[in-house]
């Protein structure tokens, strides 16, 4: 059974930085694409990353390019998103999903306030 | 980027009756492949998004053949016939032909 559980959320103040962590399991890991996707809250869902499976390549919605950034580490089927420089309007739940967003994870809240 | 459109933004159903949405994108989702990139989820509430359709008109693993999903390069439907109250939540339409990868509004179904 394919399992994406998502961890590091949190509350932080406008300018701090987090680093998001999805552990998989039940799939190779290593031969799938991953991305992040978020959902403000009360609000739709925003694709903001991509990974290929053997990091080769890096994609960025404009809304979080030189801000965020995604990463896999192969060895211990774990996926991340480092954030720096947050926002107020990146307060929202932090989805990691597989390959052709097939399976989400239960997701993580983030909520950047002073 | 590409804008993928839904309409209605929600709709009210009786059980056991149908239900369709709408999903219209400003570009083309057909690839040269001869695959369509249009997918369609339902996040139930409290829950994360579950996929129901891939490349267009394929029923993922699980999910009830009253779902089924049609349409052309650029306008696509998403029906469910005989709702059931666990359809209840909002469905999303999204394009994974380019990145970035963008999503509908959503349509909220409801059971009257």
């Known amino acids: 059974e394919v399992q994406l559980v998502e961890s590091g959320g949190g509350l932080v103040k406008p300018g701090s930085s987090l680093k998001l962590s999805c552990v998989a399991s039940g799939f190779t890991f290593s031969s799938y694409g991953m991305h992040w996707i978020r959902q403000a809250p009360k609000k739709g869902l925003e694709w903001i990353a991509l990974?290929?499976?053997?990091?080769?390549?890096?994609y960025y919605a404009d809304s979080v390019k030189g801000r965020f950034t995604i990463s896999r580490d192969n060895s211990k089927n774990t996926l991340y998103l480092e954030m720096n420089s947050l926002r107020s309007e990146d307060t929202a739940m932090y989805y990691c999903?597989?390959?052709?967003?097939?399976?989400w994870g239960q997701g993580v809240m983030v909520t950047v306030s002073s | 980027d590409i804008v993928m459109t839904q309409a209605p933004l929600s709709v009210s159903v009786t059980p056991g009756e149908s239900a369709s949405i709408s999903c219209r994108s400003s570009k083309s989702l057909l690839h040269s492949n001869g695959i369509t990139y249009v997918y369609w989820y339902l996040q139930k509430p409290g829950k994360s998004p579950q996929l129901l359709i891939y490349r267009m008109s394929n029923l993922a693993s699980g999910v009830p053949d009253r779902f089924s999903g049609s349409g052309s390069e650029t306008d696509f439907t998403l029906k469910i016939s005989r709702v059931e109250a666990e359809d209840v939540g909002i469905y999303y339409c999204g394009q994974l032909l380019e990145n970035p990868y963008t999503f509908g509004a959503g349509t909220k179904l409801e059971l009257k």
């Open positions: 999903a597989k390959g052709s967003l097939g399976y």
């Open positions: 990974i290929y499976y053997d990091s080769s390549n890096k």
